[in-house]
């Protein structure tokens, strides 16, 4: 669910924050997210699952929203990858989430402040559905949290969201918690056992990192007519999502259509490089 169809809110400010969560191991994680060329802590968040926290505030210097710029990550990460990508999101007016998952149109729900739902309800059963929930139990929880709640704020939401997404084998480190300020969000993950930095690389070390391996996980068998397929696939969509995201001048946006571009060069690349079956 796009969400242009709601007010952007206030960007900046101390309550604003961001998490986003991958259905991976940090391992996994790490080579895609320096594509990102941003400034990031990683964890790990529980069975097969990851977490990045942001060390800086980009939607504080920027026209975007936290939403818009988390949005955009989430996709960036999640491109050509056989996991998905999860975005958490909260500033002084709204809260929310983004879940990306390859080059599926992106889904999200939103809450204001308050608690009230300002979401559509099949949002939540796509989420389910693309995370391989129940889709009885879990999908009845998440039902609930498009319900009117007079005692739910936004932040109380987003722990009943997280305490489905438990059920998936989440398990956040302490102290990251959806609602908290960006800094006590680094400083928690900075205290996590096993926690590393992701610093942005240029784009020699970048593509170091992707071909030691990774690149050929996200690729269909080597050298072969689908890989080629998939690379020319990625830079054909990659050229007009960073034309669309100059023009919205999205940081985010751009960077999901860079890195279509980048993997759909490397994999080009190395569909030429490798010999045919």
Not at 81 to 105: H, V
Not at 117 to 132: I, Q, S, V, Y
Request: charged share 20%; net charge positive.
């Amino acid at each position: 669910m796009s969400t242009d169809a709601f007010p952007a809110g206030r960007a900046g400010g101390p309550t604003s924050g961001a998490l986003l969560l991958c259905r991976a191991e940090p391992r996994t994680v790490a080579p895609v997210a320096l594509l990102l060329r941003e400034r990031m802590l990683l964890t790990g968040a529980g069975d097969q699952w990851s977490v990045l926290v942001p060390e800086g505030k980009p939607w504080l210097v920027g026209a975007e929203p936290v939403d818009r710029v988390v949005a955009g990550w989430a996709t960036a990460l999640a491109v050509g990858a056989s996991w998905p990508a999860l975005a958490l999101w909260w500033d002084a007016d709204r809260a929310g989430y983004t879940l990306a998952s390859g080059f599926r149109r992106t889904v999200g729900y939103i809450w204001l402040t308050n608690g009230t739902p300002a979401g559509e309800d099949e949002a939540m059963r796509t989420f389910a559905a693309r995370l391989g929930l129940d889709p009885v139990l879990d999908v009845q929880s998440l039902d609930q949290l498009t319900k009117p709640d007079p005692a739910s704020d936004a932040r109380a939401r987003m722990r009943g969201l997280l305490a489905v997404l438990t059920r998936a084998g989440v398990e956040l480190p302490a102290g990251l918690s959806p609602g908290a300020p960006a800094d006590g969000l680094r400083e928690a993950a900075r205290a996590t056992p096993g926690a590393r930095p992701v610093e942005p690389a240029g784009p020699r070390d970048t593509a170091r990192e992707l071909d030691a391996g990774h690149l050929r996980a996200w690729l269909p068998p080597a050298g072969g007519p689908p890989a080629r397929a998939l690379a020319l696939a990625q830079v054909a969509a990659g050229v007009p999502l960073t034309l669309w995201g100059l023009r919205r001048r999205s940081g985010g946006w751009i960077t999901a259509g860079a890195l279509l571009l980048a993997h759909g060069t490397l994999g080009l690349a190395y569909a030429a490089r490798v010999p045919r079956d």
